[in-house]
């Protein structure tokens, strides 16, 4: 337990957390909605600090991130909660239903985490194995860890990899760009109505983090798509325009399959909804991904239609990928390496 960053005193009993855009009024012996920021005698202590829910070796596709060192691996790392209230969660076991008894009890530490990545730089190299990726639950709630391990990762000369939700402030986020090397960002829905529905939240924050992102670090975007709630011509063809318009043609955008998850039981989404997102999306972006159906993922070159790199499951194959990552027949870049 440590005391958090990123909140103000309202009196001498509440307090406001600053951390994301709910900016929750806490009162005293009370937690934020995220469930691991606790107002504790008028001081904001974060819960989670160093404790950590979920970690292993994934594939960098797995994230995913897809145009970023394709076919490496990197150390995910997760804690509990999230700001979030998503009744189609995927995580929710270490999000929301989390035994708290967890809480307060640091599990790892900075050093055991960079002893860590030094052994796994060591066995592999860098085109092998990428560095460190927060990911599993919300990891922006995890502030104060990470503003002790990501300086730490970059001095390895490894790269900091965030899985989020976006939903996040300002000054927090400038604070995380500092280190940040690539993110991959839920945009849920073009909706501020399915945000409201379904995940407690609103549109607004993470529609400026994406922009906030996209301007300094790699970005790549995940889109859930979940039938009667976001799966219409109209919202694919507004998310579309959406990217195209504020963050670029160039944008990987991942449509995931949804599958029947914690409090949302409706069946899962048809194949057909997903090609039918994924033909009105690359109208007008370059590279378009389904996901979550077990199909190959190849990507190939927007400019000259060459097959650059070939995916089966989490297997990757680059066939047509220099190492400066420009395609190998016409010199169009494909990844941001």
Known sequence: MKTANFWHKIDDSSLQCDLCPHNCLINSGKKGICGVRENINGQLFTLNYFVAGSSGIDPIEKKPLYHFFPGSSILSLGTFGCNFSCRFCQNYTISKDFPESRLGKPNFTKDEIINSLKQNSTKNNLNSFVGLAYTYNEPTIWAETIFELGPAVRNLGLKNIFV??????????????????????????????????????????????????????????????????????????????????????????????????????????????????????????????????????????????????????????????????????????????
């Open 164 to 337: 989020t939700n976006g939903f996040i402030n300002p000054k927090p986020l400038e604070k995380i760009l500092e280190f940040a090397d690539a993110f991959n960002i839920d945009l849920k829905a073009i909706t501020d109505d399915f945000y409201k529905k379904l995940c407690g939240a609103r549109i607004s924050p993470v529609l400026q983090t994406i922009k906030t992102v996209s301007k300094v670090a790699h970005i790549e975007l995940t889109n859930l798509v979940i039938p009667t709630y976001n799966d219409s011509s109209e919202d694919f063809i507004k998310l579309r325009d959406w990217i195209a318009n504020e963050i670029g043609n160039h944008t990987p955008v991942h449509i995931s399959r949804y599958y029947p998850m914690y409090k949302l039981s409706i069946p899962p989404t048809p194949l057909e909804t997903l090609y039918k997102a994924r033909d009105i999306l690359k109208e007008k972006l370059h590279y378009v991904y389904i996901g979550n159906t077990g199909e190959e993922q190849n990507t190939y070159c927007a400019k000259c239609g060459e097959l650059v790199i070939e995916r089966t499951g989490y297997s990757t194959r680059i066939i047509g990928l220099k190492k400066d990552g420009k395609c190998g027949k016409c010199g169009e870049r494909i990844i941001s390496n």
